[in-house]
């Protein structure tokens, strides 16, 4: 056990020492930033709510929203549901939580999708790197299993993957307290769910919306790192594992008639569509179905990994 704690202690290192991880970091936390001045700035967010006049406030924002409707049909869909969620305050005699650092973190849960890329981009290296530099063979000499070596491999990638995901949510608090305040360990706020409205604590949304994305994040990795390892190449796994991250709900949506279209992994990844009474995306499917489904392609690739890996000659 201490051998391979090592090996992939080892393998942390050899990522956190290339100067391209932290550019990664560094453009995660400038998109932080400017996320936040932008929010201060442009007065998109109300900061805060005066104890006396909110209602007068909420009845006003309303009429705003109203006007916007009227002028720009094209931002209805959003204006009608601040309209509905401002009128569930006011009926249930609720004073809303000014916009604070929870309610930033839970607004940065679309950067998730860049850590996938970022992960990506780690997880189709660590292996193809190695064949591409020729350090394989130095690897590969010492008398450690083939096994463990991939396997240390792919703990770093998700290492990496959730460090930097710790770090995404700390820094979007930090930042989220400079600029915004915060207003309580864990204020509550109403949420749209798919059984209507719902007055609900933030932490606990922020919790679901991030472990959710994880899923996706988890599985775009794996795919990357057993095409890492198959083809040796770090543009091939990246460049496949991009392409179906991106076009994964489009391929999803071009096949959904046929009854075969609920086995594809992308129409699994999404697990919120199994929430708060959520019909699935395609009839027949359920939240034990994507369970079992992403499980069997998450033993493929990394079975796949694994055959090819121990199996290869790296000799030439």
């Known amino acids: ?106 607004e940065n849960v679309f950067l998730v999708s860049l850590i996938s ?42 290492l990496f993957a959730i460090y930097t995901l710790i770090f995404l949510v700390i820094f979007s608090v930090i930042v989220g307290a400079l600029f915004f305040g915060i207003d309580g360990l864990n204020p509550y706020m109403v949420v749209e769910k798919a059984s209507g409205l719902e007055y609900a604590p933030i932490i606990k949304e922020v919790a679901v919306g991030y472990g959710l994305k994880v899923v996706n994040l988890v599985m775009m990795a794996t795919f990357a790192f057993m095409i890492s390892s198959i083809f040796r190449s770090s543009g091939i796994a990246i460049g496949t594992a991009v392409f179906l991250m991106l076009a994964g709900n489009s391929i999803v949506l071009f096949f959904a008639e046929h009854s075969w279209s609920k086995y594809i992994l992308f129409a699994n990844t999404d697990l919120s569509q199994y929430l708060n009474g959520s019909e699935p995306f395609i009839e027949g499917m359920s939240l034990t179905f994507s369970s079992i489904v992403l499980g069997i392609y998450f033993a493929i690739f990394i079975i796949a990994s694994w055959l090819v890996f121990t199996k290869r000659d790296v000799a030439s």
């Open 1 to 106: 056990m201490v051998k391979f704690y090592r090996l992939v202690n080892n393998e942390v290192q050899k990522i956190y020492i290339q100067k391209s991880t932290w550019v990664m970091y560094i453009l995660l936390a400038l998109i932080v930033l400017v996320g936040a001045i932008i929010n201060l700035t442009t007065d998109l967010v109300v900061k805060d709510y005066d104890e006396n006049n909110w209602r007068e406030e909420l009845q006003a924002e309303n009429t705003e929203l109203m006007e916007e409707i009227e002028e720009i049909g094209l931002l209805g869909d959003i204006n009608t549901s601040l309209i509905e969620q401002n009128n569930y305050y006011l009926e249930h005699d609720i004073q809303p939580p000014g916009y604070g650092a929870w309610q930033y973190v839970l």
């Open 117 to 158: 890329l970022f992960t990506i981009i780690v997880a189709a290296g660590i292996l193809a790197n190695e064949f591409k530099w020729g350090t394989i063979k130095l690897i590969l000499i010492r008398p450690i299993s083939r096994a463990k070596i991939l396997l240390s491999k792919y703990v770093a990638v998700l």
